[in-house]
């Protein structure tokens, strides 16, 4: 059965259909930048476009019927190979652009001992990327999907209206960001409800005992970390329905990415001491004292923006705001007319 859809992305199979060719659009494009590491740009780019392809398989889906080799499996193992490889790379920068220049020439010469170390070790990681764009995992799922597109094969339920759908798609994802025990990192809890009012106190860590920060930051890593990967998952599926809201919904997204970037500083930093204590052992500070302070400093420029964000999310009126703009998606007209097929 054919059926002809008088608007772009008006529905469920518009919208999976679209987001899979973009996303696998994005990843052939950098991919032979890739092979060749020509520029550390090009493997951020395709590993964002092959992490919104999960994103969009593992929430969009249910629409479609897929190759097998398309599964969420598949695509997270891809995905993991080229994130080791852009830690690194994240990593590196880090080191030679924000923290080698500020150093004393001594600390310098034996921070670049570290990252000689660091250049192997990426090395590795970019054989293991090079041959893993040449195995047939990656080829299978990149040609099962231009097949597919061709072709496409949809569910029922993909005739689905986007607007009579798009709450139920992004309302459960929201919930499970805002349930999260991430939120609770930083707050003073005395055995009282927390309602979610201005009322609801940050952890309060004096200016002069940061250290007091840095091992409640240690204590809590796994949980913030995790809540960051909640944060990227609720941005990537906002951002597949922007056009349907305006503003004020993208506003609430921007809110979302700052978090996960954020969050994502503070994982960074920890990632850092941890390499640190790896390459030069427990006592890295006292070789490099200057370090230690400006990664203590910056972590506490990291903190403070978080708390802001934490604030503002921690309010009732905040997160009831985000459900009613998620809700109110039929007040808005789909824009862009264009005719498309649908085939069940």
């Keep these: 059965m054919t059926v002809t859809t008088p608007l772009r992305y008006q529905t469920l199979g518009d919208y999976t259909y679209h987001a899979i060719k973009k996303h696998l659009k994005k990843i052939e494009k950098w991919e032979a930048s ?15 476009g092959m992490r919104r392809l999960r994103s969009v398989v593992s929430s969009l889906g249910f629409a479609v019927e897929l190759p097998k080799s398309v599964c969420d499996r598949n695509i997270g193992k891809i995905a993991r190979r080229l994130g080791n490889l852009r830690d690194l790379d994240v990593l590196k920068d880090i080191l030679e652009n924000q923290y080698q220049p500020g150093l004393p020439r001594e600390e310098q010469k034996y921070l670049q001992k570290g990252l000689e170390t660091l250049a192997q070790q990426r090395q590795t990681h970019l054989e293991l990327v090079q041959q893993l764009l040449k195995s047939n995992r990656y080829k299978s799922l990149k040609n099962d999907l231009e097949d597919w597109l061709l072709t496409p094969i949809y569910q029922p339920i993909a ?18 960001f805002f349930i999260h025990p991430g939120w609770l990192v930083g707050l003073e809890i005395d055995g009282e409800p927390i309602n979610g009012n201005s009322e609801s106190k940050l952890l309060l860590v004096d200016e002069n ?12 890593s796994k949980v913030l970390h995790h809540l960051r990967k909640q944060a990227k998952r609720l941005r990537y599926q906002m951002e597949l329905f922007t056009d349907l809201y305006g503003e004020k919904y993208q ?3 921007n809110d979302i990415k700052n978090i996960q970037d954020i969050l994502g500083n503070l994982q960074d930093s920890l990632v850092l001491e941890e390499w640190l204590m790896e390459i030069f052992g427990q006592e890295w500070s006292r070789k490099l004292p200057q370090l230690q302070q400006i990664v203590i400093a910056t972590r506490w420029e990291y903190w403070q923006q978080w708390q802001a964000l934490h604030a503002k999310y921690m309010q009732h009126s905040t997160r009831e705001s985000l459900h009613q703009e998620i809700l ?9 007319p264009e005719q498309h097929q649908i085939s069940i």
Excluded: C, T, W, Y
């Design 159 to 176: 005739l689905i209206s986007i607007n009579f759908s798009v709450s139920d798609l992004l309302l459960p994802e929201v919930s499970r």
């Design 328 to 336: 109110d998606s039929h007040k808005n007209e789909i824009k862009n």
């Design 34 to 48: 890739v092979k060749k590491d020509e520029d550390p740009e090009a493997l951020h780019q395709m590993r964002v």
């Design 209 to 220: 005992n940061q250290d007091q920060l840095n091992g409640h930051l240690m204590e809590n």
């Design 251 to 253: 506003n609430f997204v």
